[in-house]
């Protein structure tokens, strides 16, 4: 599809690839442009991305007066949302506009998934620095909207392009999902099943692992395992065993946490551990299913 303002045909200037989401709330950061380097690189090196973030109004209540009675409707309508705009710009320009037409028919969801690791890069960094836990990371399943495209410098950066094309939503992903939700979710809201720290914790340091933040997944999934040791069923005696067997590395690799980064065979040792922890979470829901 043609941006709302496409670029000349016989323009000389540089275009540059972006991918742009959008999702049903604003997404935190103040609207603006930044600079996105690379984890580690100095702060004089030659930026990787470029992020905009943009804020979509939604229509804008009249504020009662608050001297009036507010009354609810019995059918009252869906309350005006605000929407947030990420564009992730890749700081390197593509070789020409037909090198550019190549690279749009084959970008995809490759693409997007490693600009969605830049925005929850930023993401995370403005949890940080606003001290906001409420900030969370973004996935594709929550995405309203997916494009992928081109356009000059100027156009990108003002969340436009020259030539883009939207992403359909794929089936969702049934990674690491628990049988029957609903059922469980009734128990434990009925009081007969109660819920565990470890399992909140794992949840922490899984989302660690996928954003590839080792360090704090390493410290994170310590304590985990000494819950899931405390907390977990009799019955499963010898998954218990291999977690207690597997704190051992994961020790160290907090231990290493708080020095600096994990080694490879680290961040090895603290992804095969969740990934047993996990599946000891999900044999204890098999067993009160």
């Given at each position: 599809?043609?941006?709302?303002?496409?670029?000349?045909?016989?323009?000389?200037?540089?275009?540059?690839?972006?991918?742009?989401?959008?999702?049903?709330?604003?997404?935190?950061?103040?609207?603006?442009?930044?600079?996105?380097?690379?984890?580690?690189?100095?702060?004089?090196?030659?930026?990787?991305?470029?992020?905009?973030?943009?804020?979509?109004?939604?229509?804008?209540?009249r504020r009662l007066d608050r001297r009036r009675r507010r009354v609810a409707t019995p059918e009252p309508p869906p309350a005006p949302v605000v929407t947030g705009r990420a564009t992730v710009i890749a700081a390197e320009p593509l070789p020409d506009r037909a090198a550019a037409a190549r690279w749009l028919q084959q970008a995809g969801e490759q693409r997007l998934a490693g600009d969605l690791a830049v925005l929850n890069r930023a993401l995370h960094a403005f949890r940080l620095v606003s001290a906001d836990p409420y900030r969370h990371a973004v996935e594709r399943s929550q995405l309203l909207l997916a494009r992928v495209g081109y356009g000059e410098g100027e156009e990108v950066a003002a969340g436009r392009w020259t030539e883009a094309r939207e992403l359909l939503p794929g089936r969702l992903r049934g990674r690491r999902r628990m049988l029957e939700p609903q059922a469980r979710l009734a128990g434990v809201l009925a009081g007969r099943e109660p819920l565990l720290a470890c399992a909140e914790l794992a949840l922490r340091a899984r989302l660690d692992v996928d954003q590839e933040r080792f360090r704090e997944a390493a410290l994170q999934l310590l304590v985990a395992l000494d819950a899931a040791l405390a907390e977990l069923d009799v019955e499963l005696a010898d998954r218990v065993q291999e977690l207690r067997e597997r704190r051992r590395q994961v020790a160290g690799a907090a231990e290493s946490a708080l020095r600096g980064e994990l080694s490879e065979d680290q961040r090895v040792a603290v992804s095969g551990a969740l990934g047993r922890l996990e599946a000891a979470l999900r044999a204890r829901a098999l067993t009160r299913a």
């Amino acid at each position: 599809m043609k941006g709302p303002t496409s670029g000349r045909p016989g323009s000389a200037l540089p275009l540059f690839s972006f991918s742009q989401v959008e999702l049903p709330w604003a997404l935190g950061p103040p609207d603006g442009r930044y600079l996105v380097r690379r984890p580690g690189d100095p702060a004089d090196a030659p930026p990787e991305h470029v992020l905009l973030f943009a804020t979509l109004g939604a229509p804008e209540r009249r504020r009662l007066d608050r001297r009036r009675r507010r009354v609810a409707t019995p059918e009252p309508p869906p309350a005006p949302v605000v929407t947030g705009r990420a564009t992730v710009i890749a700081a390197e320009p593509l070789p020409d506009r037909a090198a550019a037409a190549r690279w749009l028919q084959q970008a995809g969801e490759q693409r997007l998934a490693g600009d969605l690791a830049v925005l929850n890069r930023a993401l995370h960094a403005f949890r940080l620095v606003s001290a906001d836990p409420y900030r969370h990371a973004v996935e594709r399943s929550q995405l309203l909207l997916a494009r992928v495209g081109y356009g000059e410098g100027e156009e990108v950066a003002a969340g436009r392009w020259t030539e883009a094309r939207e992403l359909l939503p794929g089936r969702l992903r049934g990674r690491r999902r628990m049988l029957e939700p609903q059922a469980r979710l009734a128990g434990v809201l009925a009081g007969r099943e109660p819920l565990l720290a470890c399992a909140e914790l794992a949840l922490r340091a899984r989302l660690d692992v996928d954003q590839e933040r080792f360090r704090e997944a390493a410290l994170q999934l310590l304590v985990a395992l000494d819950a899931a040791l405390a907390e977990l069923d009799v019955e499963l005696a010898d998954r218990v065993q291999e977690l207690r067997e597997r704190r051992r590395q994961v020790a160290g690799a907090a231990e290493s946490a708080l020095r600096g980064e994990l080694s490879e065979d680290q961040r090895v040792a603290v992804s095969g551990a969740l990934g047993r922890l996990e599946a000891a979470l999900r044999a204890r829901a098999l067993t009160r299913a």
